[in-house]
């Protein structure tokens, strides 16, 4: 009877194991929740709607876009550092938040420490934009009107040392001009206010210009070339190059098991061959430049040095 009530001890056990490795295997086995630490509306939105779409047929549960805005990326952020290191919490965001902000205020979490890269989406490069109908027609033309008026020019970006307001902060430092800088909680608030006449000029990525259509004017560029006929790029103009160059990227809790950023990791590498998905990037303007966890990590502790030094030359007195 003993050895009976063993072995049945033992399969019990064994039953047991093989359940809990099939459970293990299961993941994702229930919807995944994506934090954007921005506004809506804003471009990491407009991304996250196009890729949150197709991915579920790769991953077998939805992935859920929760909008966090606040202190320039923070709050957001803060949350999904703390989140439990599951796989089933992840962040999409992008380099200045990620590693910039570290260099400028006491955080509530360490972004390299706490995160880590599933995957780089893309790319891109910021715009300046005025209202269709701004008296300025040229980044010249304003530049120089802000050069005669200090301090009047109104310069409207997404959050404190965020992807607007580093491109715009280096632009008017390096042509002399004194400008106000209004603060807004991500791309898509600060589109609204300059739509509602309350800035001069903001920032803006492809897929909102695109999304804006003729109710803006793009005045000049990142990058080497520009996607918009007729407008100069920033280096055309005479500026220093690399200024305006955004990431985007999906981070998980550090410590999330490796098994589940290997799935997250495939479900990605399925999607950028998707053919819906590449149509629908393309739509809205957007490249489509995946890159690796492990390689963007790479990168990530590149910038790490790299906005130190930014930062302190921004920061430096006069």
């Keep these: 009877m003993r050895t009976r009530s063993v072995a049945k001890s033992i399969l019990t056990l064994v039953l047991a194991g093989g359940l809990g490795l099939a459970h293990a295997q299961a993941y994702p086995e229930k919807p995944i929740t994506l934090i954007i630490p921005l506004g809506a509306g804003g471009s990491h939105d407009l991304n996250a709607r196009v890729?949150?779409?197709?991915?579920?047929?790769?991953?077998?549960?939805?992935?859920?876009?929760?909008?966090?805005?606040?202190?320039?990326?923070?709050?957001?952020?803060?949350?999904?550092?703390?989140?439990?290191?599951?796989?089933?919490?992840?962040?999409?965001?992008?380099?200045?938040?990620?590693?910039?902000?570290?260099?400028?205020?006491?955080?509530?979490?360490?972004?390299?420490?706490?995160?880590?890269?599933?995957?780089?989406?893309?790319?891109?490069?910021?715009?300046?934009?005025?209202?269709?109908?701004?008296?300025?027609?040229?980044?010249?033309?304003?530049?120089?009107?802000?050069?005669?008026?200090?301090?009047?020019?109104?310069?409207?970006?997404?959050?404190?040392?965020?992807?607007?307001?580093?491109?715009?902060?280096?632009?008017?430092?390096?042509?002399?001009?004194?400008?106000?800088?209004?603060?807004?909680?991500?791309?898509?608030?600060?589109?609204?206010?300059?739509?509602?006449?309350?800035?001069?000029?903001?920032?803006?990525?492809?897929?909102?210009?695109?999304?804006?259509?003729?109710?803006?004017?793009?005045?000049?560029?990142?990058?080497?070339?520009?996607?918009?006929?007729?407008?100069?790029?920033f280096k055309e103009l005479g500026f220093k190059g690399g200024i305006g160059e955004m990431t985007r990227i999906v981070l998980a809790p550090r410590g999330t098991p490796a098994e589940r950023q290997k799935a997250l990791w495939e479900a990605f590498v399925k999607l950028n061959q998707d053919k819906t998905y590449l149509t629908l990037m393309n739509q809205i303007g957007e490249n489509v430049e995946l890159m690796s966890g492990p390689d963007y990590e790479q990168v990530r502790a590149q910038q790490k040095a790299d906005y130190k030094k930014l930062v302190d030359e921004m920061t430096k007195k006069k």
Excluded at 57 to 65: D, E, K, S
Excluded at 139 to 155: A, I, S, T, V
Excluded at 202 to 220: E, H, M, N, W, Y
């Design 51 to 233: 890729f949150t779409s197709v991915i579920p047929t790769y991953l077998g549960q939805p992935m859920v876009v929760k909008l966090m805005p606040g202190a320039g990326g923070q709050i957001g952020t803060a949350a999904a550092a703390k989140a439990p290191p599951d796989g089933y919490t992840l962040i999409f965001s992008h380099n200045y938040i990620d590693q910039l902000q570290q260099h400028v205020e006491k955080l509530p979490y360490d972004p390299t420490r706490d995160l880590v890269t599933i995957a780089r989406l893309n790319y891109a490069a910021a715009a300046i934009v005025v209202r269709a109908d701004s008296r300025f027609k040229t980044l010249k033309e304003m530049f120089d009107w802000g050069r005669q008026n200090p301090g009047k020019l109104k310069f409207g970006h997404s959050g404190n040392w965020g992807a607007f307001m580093v491109p715009g902060a280096l632009l008017l430092a390096e042509a002399g001009v004194d400008a106000t800088f209004i603060a807004h909680k991500g791309g898509g608030p600060v589109m609204q206010a300059l739509l509602a006449g309350d800035i001069d000029f903001t920032g803006a990525f492809p897929s909102v210009i695109k999304a804006q259509g003729d109710r803006i004017r793009v005045l000049a560029t990142a990058g080497e070339k520009s996607p918009y006929p007729g407008v100069p790029t």
